[in-house]
């Protein structure tokens, strides 16, 4: 399920840039409404929210097809990503461990010390806090910039 979730995110994210670019277009085109500003932070603000679902939904896909490939095929033991992550490491490797909240797929060795299959976790689950952070602080702009207009 979350597989699906994921590969919908990423099929989706090319009709957000398309939305974005043509916002960005319409706020630089000369004929726009008297209260822009307001509109702009408001629909800048529910799009970095938007962001922020459709990387963590590909993050969360990204796990979920990680602990698949582990869990089936004659090939699975130990887990791909682990496998290809740490080569040298293979003869090493115990088990792994995902985490869904935060993503992450991490592999364990057979000592017990644990290293992350894959940088991209870490820079997804940033890019999740750093959208929905924005999001959450144009939206609070937005209110406010809303209550200081004169009536």
């Known amino acids: 399920m979350l597989m699906l979730l994921g590969a ?3 099929l989706a994210t090319p009709l957000w840039v398309i939305a974005v670019v043509v916002k960005a277009l319409s706020v ?8 822009w500003g307001v509109r702009l932070l408001r629909w800048a603000a529910v799009m970095l929210a938007a962001a922020a679902v459709m990387l963590l939904l590909m993050a969360l896909g990204a796990v979920e097809l990680s602990v698949n ?5 004659a090939g699975s033991s130990p887990a791909p990503a682990c496998r290809e992550a740490a080569p ?6 115990a088990t792994h461990h ?15 010390t644990t290293f992350a299959s894959s ?6 689950n940033g890019l ?3 959208c929905a952070t924005a999001s959450v602080l144009l939206g609070v702009a937005a209110r406010y910039t809303n209550r200081l207009r004169p009536a």
């Open 119 to 124: 940088g991209v976790y870490l820079w997804l």
């Open 128 to 130: 999740v806090v750093a």
């Open 98 to 112: 995902a985490s869904y909240l935060p993503p992450a797929f991490d592999c364990v060795l057979d000592d017990g």
């Open 88 to 93: 040298h490491l293979v003869a090493h490797l």
């Open 28 to 35: 630089a085109l000369p004929g726009r409404r008297p209260d």
């Open 8 to 10: 919908g995110a990423l």
């Open 69 to 73: 490939q582990a869990g089936s095929g």
